[in-house]
């Protein structure tokens, strides 16, 4: 007996504690042992879609003349700013899918505030870099600026400079092109001058001084790099505010001449301060105008009574797959319910990590699939028991059993995942999220069937059965 099925024995354990733990936690957090912080700390609380818990369904569209073709990648864009936008909000969960040629289909299961996210979904999100001179200006401040009052807009850079700054951004930003000027009357407020805006950034990440401290390193595009080092050269130790629609979300102080188009924007960050503002910096303006066409609040048309019914089901469905298996398979039957158990467990497991928004076409993609989780095994003890009635020893029929049922296994799950795939692209295009849901726990079931026919199941089969002599209890296999 080798010591291999006992080791994969061991692994297996591991995944089933660490499968039990997800599945009865709602958060979870692992410390760092040596200075008590937080490595991992996430929710992993089970989340339902829109049809289980109701909120928000919201079509967007581009506001612009039906004329004009709008790029797919245009769409995409705008649909990954529009959801940091929304998750800005604390708006966790939310799906957004493009809907083409021109359309966003969004939801925000479980939203009790949709006026404020259909205002942030309506939002420009003009990024742009303004020159306070010597004025310091508190975060939160909204002021004028001159970009837009003239025609002549030449392109221009982006991104601040370094120095100490506290903020605490929460929103997504880039955009459009800067320019000059504009003069105060006595009675008119103060406009203050766009240096440049957001679309000259070529990348910005959240990185750490030399010192530990959390900041947040940019660059500029090449053609960006020259003016913003014109400017920089000319305005040491004064202020360059970061503006987002015109309210202020950073002001720090231009510390030295920035001639490489590369700095970094220093202060008294948190990790999440400094990745929001990150965020804000990456992602500004939307690259096309977008309205709002229909928004409705949307009730829990399946609710609570739905969800317990539906995991009733798939329990009664697993539970007679178990008795089937057990009563004409005997001995490896059993064993193989017992690798289903764990293939129920690790898929949960998966769907809270990922993590999965469930619907109900969701829940029945998983069902279904915990009915495909025996295919492999049927195949497999089916060429199990023609071995052992050639004559084989037990092992080698195990092992010939899996060799030569595998390329039916393969070819059936494997064309059932092209399928999965087909709906998941299907979902995707057209804005349906249902069949996007489906296909997406579907395929994922099979996947993790697969890991517990081939691993699972052999190493139970190996681990009790190397040491049973089959032709003192025929009975044990069903012969």
Not at 85 to 105: D, F, K, T, W
Not at 161 to 178: C, M, V
Not at 431 to 460: D, H, P, Q
Request: charge should be neutral; include cysteine.
């Amino acid at each position: 007996m080798t010591r291999r099925p006992y080791l994969m024995l061991v692994l297996i354990l591991i995944l089933v504690a660490f499968a039990l733990w997800i599945d009865l936690s709602s958060q979870i957090t692992i410390i760092n042992p040596f200075n008590q912080t937080a490595l991992v700390e996430r929710n992993v609380s089970a989340r339902l879609g829109l049809d289980l818990r109701g909120g928000l369904q919201t079509l967007l569209e581009a506001d612009l003349p039906a004329s004009t073709t709008v790029s797919q990648d245009d769409l995409n864009v705008a649909r990954q700013i529009l959801e940091n936008r929304s998750n800005a909000l604390g708006v966790s969960e939310v799906v957004m899918q493009v809907a083409p040629p021109r359309r966003i289909v969004a939801e925000f299961p479980g939203i009790n505030n949709p006026d404020q996210v259909v205002a942030s979904l309506q939002k420009t999100g003009l990024l742009e870099f303004v020159d306070m001179g010597s004025s310091p200006v508190a975060d939160g401040t909204v002021i004028q600026t001159d970009f837009g009052l003239t025609s002549d807009v030449p392109p221009t850079a982006t991104s601040a400079p370094t120095e100490s700054t506290t903020s605490q951004p929460t929103a997504t930003a880039t955009t459009t092109a800067a320019t000059p000027t504009a003069a105060p009357t006595d009675n008119a407020p103060k406009v203050y001058h766009t240096v440049m805006t957001g679309t000259a950034l070529d990348s910005v990440n959240v990185t750490q001084s030399s010192t530990g401290q959390n900041q947040i390193a940019f660059t500029l595009k090449a053609d960006s790099k020259q003016i913003f080092a014109d400017y920089t050269g000319a305005h040491v130790n004064q202020y360059l505010a970061i503006v987002l629609d015109k309210t202020v979300i950073s002001a720090p102080v231009i510390s030295t001449k920035i001639s490489d188009g590369s700095g970094v924007i220093t202060g008294k960050f948190t990790v999440q301060a400094a990745n929001q503002l990150a965020i804000q910096l990456r992602y500004g303006s939307l690259p096309i105008p977008i309205k709002v066409v229909e928004s409705r609040t949307v009730g829990p048309t399946l609710g609570q009574e739905s969800v317990q019914k539906s995991l009733f089901a798939g329990i009664i469905g697993l539970l007679i797959v178990i008795l089937f298996m057990g009563f004409y398979y005997r001995l490896p039957g059993v064993l193989a319910d017992l690798a289903l158990i764990v293939y129920a467990l690790s898929s949960l497991m998966l769907f809270k990590v990922i993590p999965v928004v469930l619907t109900l076409p969701g829940i029945a993609g998983f069902i279904l699939s915990i009915g495909m989780a025996v295919d492999a095994n049927i195949l497999i003890f089916e060429r199990l028991k023609e071995e052992l009635r050639a004559g084989r020893t037990l092992r080698q029929a195990i092992d010939l059993g899996w060799s030569r049922a595998w390329p039916s296994i393969r070819d059936s799950n494997f064309s059932t995942l092209i399928t999965c795939g087909i709906l998941y692209w299907f979902g995707n295009a057209f804005g349906a999220s249902l069949v996007k849901g489906f296909s997406l726990t579907l395929a994922l079931g099979v996947v993790v069937s697969l890991f517990t026919a081939i691993t699972v199941t052999r190493t139970f089969l190996h681990v009790t059965l190397d040491n049973i002599k089959t032709a003192e209890h025929p009975r044990w296999f069903g012969l």
